[in-house]
């Protein structure tokens, strides 16, 4: 009995040390998260997301914006409109929703 409960302890340690974690943050500038940048740990059917908006025909400075985060049933792909440019990333792999990498791996 013992054994089995040392078994099922150690999967479970297992499973904990696998688990993914992705970027969070409502909205970063400048590569930088405007409030405290944190990481959440997928749950089961989620993803890591990053979700940039382009407003190309914006007069505005700011005409990019980018949020990441964990998201369930993700769905990578492009919106396009006659006032913005939507592109949402998915993966999962560790931190792979960090805008500061050159290149988003999707899934």
């Known amino acids: 009995m013992d054994k ?6 150690s999967l479970l340690c297992l499973s904990r040390a696998a688990a993914i974690q992705c970027k969070q943050c409502l909205f970063y ?3 930088k998260c405007e409030e405290a940048e944190q990481t959440c740990t997928l749950k089961e059917d989620e993803s890591c997301m990053i979700q940039t908006i382009f407003f190309p025909f914006s007069t505005e400075r ?12 993700c769905k ?8 913005q440019v939507v592109i949402t990333s998915c993966c999962k792999m560790d931190f792979c929703n960090d805008p500061s990498h050159s290149r988003i791996v999707s899934e």
């Open 4 to 9: 089995l409960l040392l078994f099922g302890l």
């Open 29 to 31: 500038k400048d590569g």
């Open 62 to 73: 700011e005409y990019e914006q980018i949020q990441a985060g964990c998201e369930p049933n």
């Open 76 to 83: 990578s792909g492009e919106d396009i409109s006659e006032r």
